[in-house]
């Protein structure tokens, strides 16, 4: 009886694919394929399929998001350990349960190169808020900063904020024993995720964290 103007749904910028060639955008991005992708497809695929003239939908596709007890919880832990290198991607034996659930993959990309969209949980809430009071912006919207960098670059700003000199590298068997004793999966860290929040962007939407360092730092050592 009383339909709300505004109806904002999480998805998620992992639905893009594995992308190592040029940045993915609401207009021109190309959808992924396996496990994870598979469900943002359908999540979205629900939640715009009713006619609701009364109520806008956004779907926020978003990013890594960076916070406090975000993905920096472990990444920060195994820096200070010495384990903060490059996530190296290489041959992994296959399985006829990983190819069926769509889990399976083989990246190939090398020297920790993928694509790492991310974005500040301050400018998440900002998002928002510009969305709530912009009834022009519907359908996708990507929530991700102005500004990805690499796995490499992630974790050599997590170093250097956190004033450790070193950090060696984990190559995909490193990866893939340390996914199965948490119960997820490698992709996590090394499929490319290359994201950028054209929509936000044309709209005027001003990020207070467009780049990394400076974010990890106000995270890291609040």
Request: charged residues 25%; neutral net charge.
């Amino acid at each position: 009886a009383e339909p709300p103007p505004l109806w904002l749904n999480s998805s998620t910028a992992t639905i893009y694919r594995h992308a190592v060639d040029h940045e993915q955008t609401e207009a021109d991005g190309e959808l992924g394929t396996g496990f994870s992708v598979g469900i943002a497809t359908a999540w979205e695929a629900e939640f715009f399929r009713h006619d609701l003239p009364a109520t806008r939908r956004v779907a926020l596709r978003t990013a890594i998001v960076l916070g406090d007890g975000s993905v920096l919880t472990p990444l920060a832990r195994l820096a200070r350990f010495g384990l903060g290198g490059a996530h190296l991607d290489g041959d992994w034996p296959s399985s006829a349960r990983r190819r069926a659930a769509g889990t399976d993959h083989r990246f190939g990309i090398g020297g920790g190169r993928q694509r790492f969209s991310w974005v500040h949980i301050d400018d998440v809430i900002g998002i928002i808020r510009f969305l709530r009071d912009r009834p022009d912006l519907d359908g996708i919207v990507n929530v991700s900063s102005p500004n990805p960098s690499d796995d490499r670059g992630v974790m050599a700003s997590i170093r250097r904020v956190l004033g450790v000199p070193f950090g060696v590298p984990m190559p995909r068997w490193m990866l893939e024993i340390g996914a199965a004793v948490i119960r997820t999966e490698t992709e996590l860290v090394l499929k490319s995720r290359w994201v950028v929040p054209k929509r936000l962007l044309d709209a005027g939407f001003r990020f207070e964290h467009p780049d990394l360092e400076p974010a990890l730092r106000d995270i890291l050592q609040r």
